[in-house]
């Protein structure tokens, strides 16, 4: 009753604010554009003198601005001179291209345009998100989804979860993609991922987001791979004022905003404050969530050489999810929707909901997280041609995430509602949801404690960074820029227990806290396992610290003469990685070696302008990059200090042909891409025994002396990226515009490759034994150094599709104008060649044996339709906007992701996600 009530209310406000009529004045309309390259500048303030009336530029660098006849017009845009025009006649004025000046002797915004591309200049692959674009089309989407509309880009929410979204650029996930705020890089230290959750309330106080495509124009030392992701907030640019606003939306969601903004006074002062909370029920079944966000900025411009920033943003908020292993087959949601949901959509089911003792609500896949980011920036125009930006940021990082302990592997993997897309039924209730509250008996039956626990994945970081950027001008054409890239990162990870879950005590098997080890080697304790009782606030599984400390130097240098413009930049840079175990090792060893790699990139390219209206480029480059700390460093990160003897640097080749079409009505960009990524990481672990024998001797199960952790690590990996991009935007009529874009790409495979078992940096020994089940396992370590070759495994890759992203992804809107103030949208999203994910897990791997793939289970393609719309009017006079969203109108099913299954087909697929159908909101924002 309650959806169908909100969704009157949308259609009922919007048809009566169609009817509605604004007093007519002059309306000024113009394009507002950079002088020197014509490029649309993008949020310019355009405001009437001696008024609190004021708008911004739009992505084309478009307004319309109401004023009253024989007032002033002023448009302003930090670092270029001031425009003015006095308007004396009624009726609509179109004032056409207007060309802002740069300033001279203005301080310029280095921080934030050093990383910014600027189109028919840069000649990278660049796509711009303007603030208005998100705020029209957003809606219930998360952050990252607004990307949808860029060519190369593929966004999921992956289970569901409040933020718990992903974003993959040409194929490369979050871990190769650099994500930077104004310039700042925030991928984690240890693994090159982003959790958006974590910035959930960004959106609100975002100038631009600019998506640049493959090598980009990023000046900072450490490289992406797929491309990068600047979000790029207000500062000083924003007009004295500020808004307040309200939304509701489907399953319960709600979000309440305030910002104010005192402008730029006299003295130089500016100050920007926001806050907000967003809390509802979730999509998908018990997913509850609450968040918060909060945003300063206050600049203090001394003069016109010197200016001083301090900006903190955070998104403090807990959410509970459907963990990524909860994914079924497509078998699995079939029996969902036969036996459970009483006629609800089967794909918002959630495997792990469920409820224990006395009805208490329980869940076992929940994440809290602060990571709240604070930088100091300073900008010092040093004199007409050279300047130095300086940012000094940190971030503390605090939170954590549910983690099941259990007895047994089978035991822990009972936590997770499903396995390898079997619906777990070992706890679950006539209606579905699960039986937490036969964990209770099974613990209180159970003779050596809680077979079952339940603890807190405790993962804090602090991270500092300095990011320093000189510019100066030689002569007239070139242009210098070179700097420094420092940062320090500590990574605490702990589980602790929170709840037995009836039980006394629980016993952690794994644990081997203050055992000596001998050569620094958790493995070599084999069978002195100290089995402890444990308590809520006892350790468990691990306790250890990670260390990343990165210094970088980066140079680059441009040249621009008429129509041409080239570059050519480089950088080198040194990754220190070590780790500190509090639980697996003893204090002569608890620290492990230091290891160090050391990184560089080159990269260059031009672009040169045909005519006003064409213009093409071409870049190239290539990259030779650290491993990550925990994905190929340490790869056993958890548990271990061993390192990865086998580590090695990862290299991409990039090259890329471009062509641009600008005109006034329409605009095209045209690009092919090239890259190849090679000695790209690939790993896993698994359980081996370890045999005492002779070699030649039978086989005896009594000399079976141990397990431990084997590690391979697959060498000589290597893939290609290729594929072509259009994007587009068009406005053949006053009131409509249009915009698309088209990609297709081709992922695969560049070759097979081979890998050596190890254990704890030792190799393991080719000769196999057989266990009490028939299976091969290696003899001992120690067979090694008796002159054994290693174990070795190879991998059939030649030529298979990689998985987890569409290749072929395409994009159509169109926006009308209906009447003055009141705009509609439609947009079509398309996503095909979508191939299953995987990656190299214990049952692929085999001892001295051959793994052939194939290509992965290719997802049926899927489209769906957006709509929104938004009507301006006045309120006590004051501007409001009304906004209203309906994404997925026609309730399409599709498949967004899944994992490839033995048979590489649609019934041996697992962890499988179906899309979010119809949802909506409605949204009002006044300004003031």
């Not at 926001?274 to 206050?298: A, L, P």
């Not at 599709?801 to 395409?810: F, H, I, M, P, V």
């Amino acid at each position: 009753m309650r959806r169908h009530l909100i969704h009157f209310l949308l259609v009922a406000i919007l048809t009566v604010c169609s009817t509605v009529t604004a007093f007519a004045q002059t309306t000024v309309k113009g394009q507002v554009v950079d002088a020197e390259n014509g490029e649309p500048l993008i949020g310019a303030a355009v405001t009437v003198a001696g008024t609190s009336q004021g708008s911004v530029t739009d992505l084309d660098g478009k307004f319309s601005q109401k004023i009253g006849r024989n007032e002033t017009l002023n448009i302003k845009y930090l670092g270029y001179k001031e425009f003015k025009k006095k308007i004396n006649v009624a009726g609509t004025v179109d004032l056409g291209v207007i060309r802002l000046e740069p300033d001279a002797v203005a301080l310029g915004d280095v921080t934030i345009t050093s990383s910014v591309a600027v189109a028919r200049k840069t000649p990278v692959a660049v796509s711009t998100i303007s603030p208005t674009f998100i705020e029209e089309k957003l809606g219930t989407q998360e952050f990252p989804e607004i990307l949808k509309s860029t060519p190369g880009i593929y966004a999921t929410k992956q289970g569901g979860g409040y933020g718990d979204s992903k974003v993959i650029v040409r194929g490369f996930k979050t871990e190769n993609v650099a994500m930077m705020i104004n310039g700042v890089p925030m991928n984690d230290m240890e693994w090159g991922g982003v959790y958006w959750s974590n910035w959930a309330g960004l959106s609100d106080v975002t100038r631009s987001m600019q998506v640049q495509r493959g090598l980009g124009a990023s000046k900072v030392a450490a490289p992406s791979v797929g491309g990068s992701i600047n979000v790029i907030t207000k500062t000083v640019d924003v007009n004295k004022g500020g808004s307040v606003s309200y939304a509701l939306g489907n399953d319960g969601m709600n979000k309440i905003l305030v910002n104010v903004s005192t402008g730029l006074s006299k003295s130089g002062w500016a100050l920007t404050l926001m806050g907000g909370k967003t809390w509802g029920n979730g999509y998908v079944q018990g997913t509850e969530y609450e968040g918060y966000n909060w945003f300063i900025n206050v600049t203090k411009r001394f003069n016109e050489n010197h200016q001083l920033s301090f900006t903190g943003f955070g998104a403090p908020q807990w959410h509970n999810q459907r963990n990524s292993k909860d994914g079924l087959s497509i078998e699995g949601w079939q029996k969902i929707a036969k036996n459970y949901m009483n006629g609800k959509s089967p794909y918002k089911y959630n495997p792990s909901y469920g409820f224990g003792i006395d009805g208490q609500r329980k869940v076992s896949a929940y994440n809290v997280y602060n990571k709240p980011q604070l930088s100091l920036n300073h900008l010092w125009q040093i004199n007409q041609k050279s300047s130095l930006s300086t940012a000094l940021y940190a971030s503390i990082g605090r939170g954590y995430g549910y983690a099941g302990q259990g007895s047994t592997t089978a035991d822990r993997n009972n936590w997770y509602g499903s396995n390898r897309g079997v619906l777990n039924m070992t706890f679950r209730n006539v209606d579905g949801t699960y039986a937490y509250d036969q964990i209770y008996d099974l613990n209180a039956n159970s003779e050596i404690g809680s077979v079952m626990a339940m603890s807190q994945s405790k993962n804090y970081h602090n991270w500092y960074g300095l990011l320093s950027t000189y510019t100066t001008k030689f002569g007239e054409n070139f242009d210098f820029y070179g700097g420094i890239d420092f940062r320090y990162y500590k990574g605490t990870h702990t589980n602790e227990l929170v709840d037995l879950y009836g039980g006394k005590y629980y016993v952690d098997s794994s644990s081997r806290k203050n055992v000596s080890v001998e050569n620094n080697s958790a493995a070599a304790a084999g069978s002195a396992y100290v089995n402890q009782k444990l308590g809520v606030g006892d350790v468990v599984y691990r306790d250890y610290d990670g260390y990343v400390v990165s210094e970088g130097i980066f140079a680059q240098g441009e040249y621009n003469l008429d129509k041409l413009s080239a570059f050519v930049a480089g950088s080198i840079s040194n990754n220190g990685y070590w780790r500190y175990d509090r639980f697996y090792y003893d204090a002569a060893h608890a620290k492990s070696d230091v290891v160090n790699f050391m990184g560089w990139t080159a990269k260059g390219g031009l672009n040169y302008n045909l005519t006003e209206q064409h213009n093409v480029y071409g870049n190239i480059g290539f990259i030779s990059r650290a491993p990550f700390f925990s994905s190929g460093v340490f790869l056993n990160k958890e548990t271990s200090n061993a390192l990865n003897p086998d580590a090695v640097n990862e290299k991409i080749f990039s090259a890329e042909l471009g062509y641009g079409f600008r005109s006034k009505y329409f605009s095209a960009n045209l690009n092919i891409y090239h890259t190849k990524w090679m000695d790209k990481t690939m790993a896993k672990s698994t359980d081996i025994s370890f045999y005492d024998g002779n070699i030649n001797e039978e086989y005896d199960p009594s000399k079976n002396v141990s397990n431990a952790r084997a590690v391979i690590n697959m060498q000589g990996v290597n893939s290609i990226h290729q594929g072509i991009e259009l994007d587009f935007t068009a406005q053949p009529l006053r009131w409509l515009s249009i915009n698309g874009m088209f990609s297709y790409g081709n992922w695969y495979w560049a070759n097979d490759a081979e890998g050596q078992f190890t254990v704890d940096g030792q190799f393991i020994a080719s000769t196999t034994i057989k266990d009490a089940d028939g299976k091969d396992q290696p003899v001992t370590v120690d067979a090694y150094k008796n002159g054994l070759n290693p174990s070795t495994m190879k991998l059939k890759l030649k030529d298979v599709k990689e998985g987890g992203s569409a290749q072929l992804t395409a994009y159509l809107g169109a926006n009308v104008e209906i009447t003055k103030g009141l705009r509609m949208g439609l947009d079509w999203t398309l996503a095909a060649r979508n191939y299953a994910d995987w990656s190299l897990s214990s049952s692929d791997i085999a001892l001295d044996g051959t793994k052939v793939f194939e290509t992965p289970w290719r997802i049926p393609t899927y489209s769906y339709f957006d709509l929104n719309a938004s009507y301006s009017f006045k309120v006590g006079g004051v501007g409001a906007v009304l906004y209203g969203n309906i994404n997925n109108i026609f309730n399409q099913e599709y498949i967004a992701e899944a994992t490839d299954g033995d048979k590489h087909d649609w019934q041996t697929a697992y962890g499988v996600f179906y899309g979010f159908g119809r949802t909506f909101s409605v949204r009002l924002k006044i300004n003031f």
